[in-house]
C-alpha cells in the first residue's frame, strides 16, 4: 500500500493562525479504480485567500483537509484524460500524495479553473509559476487590472502589497501599458526589488505616510488602484484619487486576522464627489478565459517584459509554516512549497 499526507485544519483559526490549527494526517492509499488517478503535489500554494475562506466552513465538517491548489504529476491512472507522467493544475488542499477523481478536485470560489487540467509545458515556465505568475495570481493581476483598471498610457497608477504574488505582476503589467507605476510595501529589501522591476515610485508605508507618499510621487492624483490590503492604507489612496478613478479590490490582508470589524472613515460621501469606481472581484468571473491569461503572462515572462521572484519553502511539513509567512511580510512574491 502506498501512504498518503495531508495537512487538516482542525478549527477555525481565531486571529493570527497557529502551529496548534493544523494536524498532519497520514493514511494508506486504496488502489485506485476506473476512473481515478493517483497524483503526488510537486509544488503547493499557500495565498492570503485561504485565511477568510475558512471562516465560511461549518463548524461541523471540521477536521477538514486544508484547502489550496497544487501542481502535481500523475503516478498512476485509470482515466483517459490524466495519463501517467503529466503535471496537473488541482484544488486538492494541502496534499502530498491522494487518489481521486476529476470531479473531486472541482475548483470553488477564489481559484481560477473549474476542474483539474493537464497544462501544457512551456520553454521558460516552470511547474511552480503555474501557482503564481502563470496561475491563479498571474490572472488575478492580469483581468483585475486591465478588465476593471482600464489603465491607460500616461495613468497614474498605486498598487498596495506590491511586493506580493499579485502586486508585483499587476505592476510590471502597468508598466507594459505606458502607466507611471506607484507601489507600497512593507520594508527596504522589497522597495528595492519593485524598483529593479521598474516601479516608478516605491515606499515603505512604515517608513512614510500613504498621504506624503502620493504628494510627492502624484501631486496631481492617481488615476487607478489595485488594492491588496484595504484597511487604513487604502482609505489614504482613494482620498487621493482623481475624478472618475477606478479601483480593483483584490483583498484585505491587513484585516484577515482581526478579531473584531474594523472602524474606518466612511467612504460612500467620498465615492460620490470624486465619482470613483470601486469594484471588488474574484478571479473566477474569468475563469472561460484562464488559458488566455496564462497565455499573455507566460509571453511576457519569457521575452523578459515581467520578471518573477518566488519565495520557495522546502518540505511539505513546511507548508504551515510557509502559510503563516504570508501574515509576517516573509514572502516576495509568490509564495509555495516544494513537496519533496
Known amino acids: 500500500m502506498v501512504q498518503g499526507r495531508r495537512w487538516v485544519l482542525k478549527q477555525h483559526f481565531k486571529g493570527t493562525p497557529k502551529p496548534e490549527d493544523f494536524e498532519l494526517v497520514v493514511e494508506e492509499l486504496p488502489e485506485i479504480k476506473d476512473g481515478e488517478f493517483m497524483y503526488k503535489s510537486l ?36 482515466h483517459k484524460d490524466f495519463p501517467v507522467g503529466s503535471e496537473v493544475l488541482v484544488y486538492g488542499g494541502w496534499v502530498e500524495r491522494a487518489i481521486a477523481k476529476p470531479e473531486d478536485l472541482a475548483m470553488g470560489q477564489g481559484a481560477s479553473i473549474s476542474k483539474p487540467w493537464v497544462y501544457p509545458k512551456i520553454n521558460g515556465i516552470s511547474s511552480s509559476m503555474m501557482l503564481g505568475a502563470c496561475g491563479m495570481p498571474g490572472n488575478t493581476a492580469y483581468f483585475g487590472l486591465l478588465r476593471i483598471c482600464e ?16 502586486g508585483s505582476l499587476v505592476g510590471q503589467i502597468a508598466k507594459i501599458k505606458g502607466c507611471k507605476v506607484i507601489g507600497f510595501a512593507g520594508n527596504d529589501e522589497k522597495v528595492g526589488w519593485l524598483k529593479e522591476l521598474g516601479f516608478d515610485s516605491v515606499y515603505n508605508y512604515k517608513k512614510i505616510s500613504v498621504t506624503d507618499a502620493l504628494k510627492e510621487a502624484a501631486p496631481d492624483g492617481v488615476d487607478c488602484y489595485f488594492d491588496n490590503v484595504g484597511g487604513s492604507m487604502s482609505i489614504s489612496i482613494l482620498e487621493n484619487m482623481k475624478n472618475r478613478g477606478r479601483t480593483a479590490v483584490c483583498g484585505a490582508i491587513s484585516g484577515y486576522n482581526e478579531a473584531g470589524a474594523q ?37 511576457w515572462i519569457t521575452k523578459g517584459d515581467i520578471k518573477v521572484r518566488e519565495t520557495v519553502v522546502q518540505g511539505f511539513e513546511n507548508t504551515p ?6 501574515f509576517d511580510g516573509s514572502n516576495t512574491g509568490k509564495m509555495v512549497v516544494k513537496v519533496e
Open 43 to 78: 509544488f503547493i500554494s499557500v495565498d492570503p485567500y485561504q485565511r477568510p475562506y475558512t471562516d465560511r466552513i461549518p463548524a461541523s465538517m471540521f477536521p477538514v483537509t486544508m484547502m489550496g491548489s497544487s501542481v502535481a504529476v500523475i503516478e498512476k491512472s485509470k
Open 321 to 326: 509554516k510557509a502559510f503563516f509567512g504570508l
Open 263 to 299: 472602524k474606518f472613515r466612511d467612504i460612500l460621501a467620498l465615492t460620490i464627489y470624486k465619482e470613483l469606481r470601486i469594484e471588488g472581484f474574484y478571479v473566477t468571473r474569468w475563469a472561460s478565459e484562464y488559458a488566455e491569461g496564462v497565455q499573455h503572462m507566460a509571453g
Open 151 to 166: 489603465p491607460k498610457a500616461g495613468d497614474v497608477v498605486v498598487v498596495s502589497g506590491a511586493a506580493g504574488a499579485v
